[in-house]
Nanobody
Framework: QVQLVESGGGLVQAGGSLRISCAAS????????MAWFRQAPGKEREFVAG????????YYADSVKGRFTISRDNAENTVYLQMSSLKPEDTAVYYC??????????????????WGQGTHVTVSS
């Protein structure tokens, strides 16, 4: 059973940076597409960024493109999300997710098989 544990969330001022991490265990996660989603209060869960199994292809929501960077270290079974130029609207719970099915990471949350518990990111204005 794959387990995903996020860390690194917190409070940051607008314009600041933060890096959150997702440690994976319990399966061949290095072969899975991985992604970050987020959910703000009263809003639906939305795709933020995705990365293929090798790290050679990355995908971003338009709202974070140019500000966020997703990366992975398969030797450490860890996925990262580096967030820069943060805005108050980036405030949300950020979830790490993994998908067993081969192929690039999609933008729909239903296609993913494993989820972490989430980490809170709060951006103050």
């Amino acid at each position: 059973q794959v387990q995903l544990v996020e860390s690194g969330g917190g409070l940051v001022q607008a314009g600041g940076s933060l890096r959150i991490s997702c440690a994976a265990s319990g399966g061949t996660v290095s072969r899975y597409a991985m992604a970050w989603f987020r959910q703000a209060p009263g809003k639906e869960r939305e795709f933020v960024a995705g990365i293929n199994w090798s790290g050679g292809a990355t995908y971003y929501a338009d709202s974070v493109k140019g500000r966020f960077t997703i990366s992975r270290d398969n030797a450490e079974n860890t996925v990262y999300l580096q967030m820069s130029s943060l805005k108050p609207e980036d405030t949300a719970v950020y979830y790490c997710t993994a998908r067993q099915q081969w192929g690039p990471p999609g933008r729909g949350w239903r296609e993913y098989d494993y989820w972490g518990q989430g980490t809170h990111v709060t951006v103050s204005s």
